[in-house]
């Protein structure tokens, strides 16, 4: 009896309407990240409505996005048969011609479409690279592009110290500072099929901070740093590997005193499935800690391994991320409070609010236990903040809780952060 | 000879043209005077005809300008002015709403004497290139913008709304802004005049992704999910501050 209500409902159900719950069914799987099953819903309601405007629009978008223009090029084709006045369709169709490498194609239906409207600046922007031999898109030509950001801002600290024995605890640890960060370098190659990433990327980073109480306020220990990041990126098959290298030099009380040098190179392998990213790291830092600074303790490593799946629930982006630690002096004798074994985990979340706001949240929690003294110690952090952005800046905002239980008293504590500022991109 | 070129081009420049229909979901139907007929997909829609959609209906216009409107359901509009001149993009396209909701996704007008408008009994939007919602229920309106700008006048004033979300009305007799929709708001809105497809064919960037997302990804650590994070200084290490590199100096004398 089923059977036969389904079966007669689809005879009496209109073709548009027998596509339309297709074509909802196939914007369930894309806000899912699951591009296969939208595809597969899409093409379904193709079948039973070929000459569906939406479903030729969306099947088009889809075949795009998987690297599939030629398919894209036709069903934009017959498109446009249907729907003659179509415009976002027919630089859609320029696109496509252009990526199967039918430029002149792609340059007679772009003067079409300035033709209908000479002042579409996507159109005339796509042209002009159509003739200067550019990418048509304009989104990546493959060369070196030059970014660079400074940010500004100020940060109110409640514990700059932490729980170090080195400052009474009578002592008001709590401090405002100034911020500065300044960010340059380049990146190379095509972000083609790399989720986003350029294949090279080269950076240099100076950050400072400045506290408006003076630098006793900062205690010696909060740091000024410069550094570079190297990253290279590949495809294989279904795996995108990454290299990651970082140098950074630390100082303390505005660059006047070196106390470290950090040196952090990491591997990563991530895959896609669904709407999944799973992402599996392997890094070590080493701390090469200047010897006379009594702050710092001997030359140390860290060993990270760690387990993360982004996912993408439109329009909200969730991690889930795992990793443990070992941390081990570098003399290979045990050092209290310096050799560790730390399993940690966190969940954040990323949101769009509203136009050019968004918001996120994170929460986690990390437990070490040391090898000297049978010290244990659990970490809560949670923090929150938003973001609202401009054209060449952006204004963020943040603020963070972190508490620190451990067995012995003197390192039990909380810790509140504020921070707030400007940053202006060049990219 | 000279002014006859003239009278000509203007003539061609105010051609009164018809509007094609793109999509029909549900019941639909075409009023022109007392005879009312289902609106058929790819049909003709002259200037002066009324379209009204069932409790199920939908259905989507094409302009000859290339400007795009969904209808959702019970939905009554008037197809009021509709002249295309040379290019495309010059024209004057007005549509009333009697009721019901209405998206419009609006090519960006050429030249001084081109307008598009969207009415109501109490207010008119007037926009240059975006995408934006309206709906009435006949006394009071709700305009939101989904991308883009638009102006809003009427008898109790004006208002400009700009970007994703911004919304304003007609609410007891003025104009005035409301607070802006979420993104789930504005997706939930789209649904409602085209159905789901009508979100997938927002989030699907035809250029691809030129954001700074892969510069902010770049520049984080690896166990940084965003650089927009405090650091993740550790109990263990000396060191607070703002430094967004993980570091882990160690104090053995604790």
């Known amino acids: 009896m089923t059977f036969l209500t389904l079966v007669l409902s689809s005879l009496l159900t209109a073709p548009a309407d027998q596509a339309q719950a297709r074509l909802d069914a196939a ?100 042209r002009a690279r159509l003739s200067s031999g550019d990418d048509v898109r304009g989104t990546d030509t493959g060369g070196v592009k030059p970014l660079a950001r400074l940010g500004l801002g100020m940060t109110y600290d409640s514990n700059v110290q932490l729980a170090s024995s080195q400052v009474p605890s009578t002592v008001d640890r709590s401090t405002p500072t100034i911020d500065v960060e300044a960010v340059g370098g380049i990146t190379y190659g095509r972000a083609d099929q790399l989720q986003g990433a350029r294949p090279f990327t ?11 109480d003076g630098d006793e306020a900062l205690h010696g220990v909060v740091p000024s740093t410069i550094g570079l990041i190297a990253q290279g990126q590949h495809r294989f098959g279904a795996f995108q590997l990454a290299l990651d290298m970082r140098y950074t030099e630390i100082f303390v009380d505005s660059f006047s005193q070196h106390v470290q040098r950090l040196i952090a190179p990491s591997v990563w392998a991530s895959r896609a499935m669904g709407r999944h990213v799973f992402r599996f790291l392997g890094g070590i830092e080493y701390r090469d800690t200047e010897d006379d600074v009594t702050i710092a303790g001997p030359d140390n490593v860290t060993y990270e391994l760690a387990l993360r799946d982004t996912m993408r629930l439109a329009p909200v982006r969730l991690i889930l991320d795992l990793r443990g630690a070992i941390n ?57 903040g938003a973001r609202y952005g401009f054209d060449v800046f952006e204004l963020h905002a943040e603020y963070g809780f972190m508490r620190n239980v451990s067995d012995r008293d003197a390192r039990t504590f909380n810790r509140h952060v504020v921070s707030a500022g400007v940053r202006f991109w060049y990219q | ?122 207010a008119v939007a007037g926009v240059r290139g975006t995408a934006f919602f309206v709906e009435t229920n006949g006394k009071q309106d709700q305009f939101v913008v989904d991308h883009g700008a638009i102006s809003v006048n009427g008898a109790g004033g004006s208002l400009s709304l700009d970007g994703p979300g911004a919304a304003g009305g007609f609410h007891d007799g003025t104009l005035s802004p409301t607070n802006p929709l979420s993104a789930g708001a504005l997706a939930a809105m789209r649904a409602d005049v085209g159905g789901g497809v009508t979100n997938l064919l927002a989030d699907t960037d035809p250029t691809g992704t030129t954001s700074r997302e892969p510069f902010r990804d770049t520049l984080v650590g690896p166990d940084d999910p965003v650089d927009d994070l405090q650091p993740a200084a550790r109990p263990t290490d000396s060191f607070g501050g703002d430094a967004s590199i993980t570091v882990r100096l160690i104090v053995p004398n604790l």
Not at chain 1, 93 to 108: C, K, N
């Open chain 1, 27 to 126: 914007q369930v799987a894309f806000a899912q990240g699951d591009l296969d099953l939208a595809r597969a819903e899409v093409d379904a309601a193709l079948s039973v409505d070929a000459d569906n405007p939406d479903a030729l629009l969306a099947a088009a978008r889809l075949a795009r996005k998987a690297g599939d223009p030629d398919t894209a090029a036709r069903h934009l084709a017959r498109l446009l048969e249907l729907d003659p006045d179509d415009d976002d369709a027919r630089f859609e169709l320029a696109l496509a011609q252009a990526e199967v490498g039918q430029r002149d194609a792609a340059g007679s239906t772009l003067d079409a479409l300035v033709a209908r409207d000479p002042q579409r600046a996507e159109a005339l922007a796509a």
């Open chain 2, 1 to 122: 000879m000279n002014t006859l070129i003239l009278i000509t081009h203007l003539v061609l420049a105010q051609t009164p043209v018809t509007a094609r229909v793109v999509q029909v979901i549900g019941k639909v139907e075409l009023i022109s005077g007392q005879a009312v007929a289902p609106l058929d997909r790819f049909g003709e829609v002259p200037m002066g005809t009324i379209i009204a959609t069932g409790d199920d209906g939908r259905c989507s216009l094409r302009l000859p300008s290339g400007t795009l409107i969904r209808l959702g359901s019970n939905t009554r509009v008037e197809v009021a002015s509709l002249t295309r001149g040379d290019p495309a993009a010059a024209r004057k396209e007005t549509i009333k709403v009697s009721v019901g909701r209405l998206w419009a996704k609006v090519t960006k007008l050429f030249g001084n004497d081109s307008r598009f408008e969207v009415q109501t009994d109490n």
């Open chain 1, 202 to 212: 080269l950076l240099a980073r100076v950050t400072n901070q400045t506290s408006t």
């Open chain 1, 328 to 384: 081990k002096a570098s003399d290979n004798t045990v050092q209290a409070l310096v050799d560790f074994k730390e399993v940690a985990g966190f969940a954040y979340a990323w949101v769009p609010v509203v136009g050019s706001l968004s918001a996120f949240g994170l929460g986690e929690v990390a437990g070490r236990a040391f090898e000297a003294g049978d010290v244990k110690e659990v970490t809560y952090r949670t923090e929150l």
